[in-house]
């Protein structure tokens, strides 16, 4: 069965630090491109950050650009998204998903995990 569970998420206070795992079963994650999203209360899933399975380039989303971080760990299967400075507008359910690469739509992502709820808050 193929899977992706994400973990990690919790309550943190502004300026605090969170690391989410997306980690795969019954596949191999070395062969795709793994983005991570996100969803508020009432708003569309947005798009966080990719990493892409031929070279490692990552991507980001300009409202996390040089907050979070995007890694993976092919002998454990698993894509990290380490995020530091949180703020409360990054309050959201994080999925991670898989692709061919980093260049398409949320379209072209599949195999969704549940999700894992962050929330930042005093």
């Known amino acids: 069965q193929v899977q992706l569970v994400e973990s990690g998420g919790g309550l943190v206070q502004p300026g605090g630090s969170l690391r989410l795992s997306c980690a795969a079963s019954?596949?191999?994650?070395?062969?795709?491109?793994i983005g991570w999203f996100r969803q508020a209360p009432g708003k569309e899933r947005e798009g966080v950050s990719c990493?892409?399975?031929?070279?490692?380039?990552?991507y980001y989303a300009d409202s996390v650009k040089g907050r979070f971080t995007i890694s993976r760990d092919n002998a454990k299967n698993t894509v990290y998204l380490q995020m530091n400075s949180l703020k409360p507008e990054d309050t959201a359910v994080y999925y991670c998903?898989?692709?061919?690469?980093?260049?398409?739509?949320?379209?072209?992502?599949?195999?969704w995990g549940q999700g894992t709820q962050v929330t930042v808050s005093s």
């Open positions: 990493i892409s399975s031929s070279d490692g380039s990552t």
């Open positions: 019954g596949f191999t994650l070395d062969y795709y491109a």
């Open positions: 998903a898989t692709s061919s690469n980093c260049e398409g739509s949320r379209a072209d992502f599949g195999s």
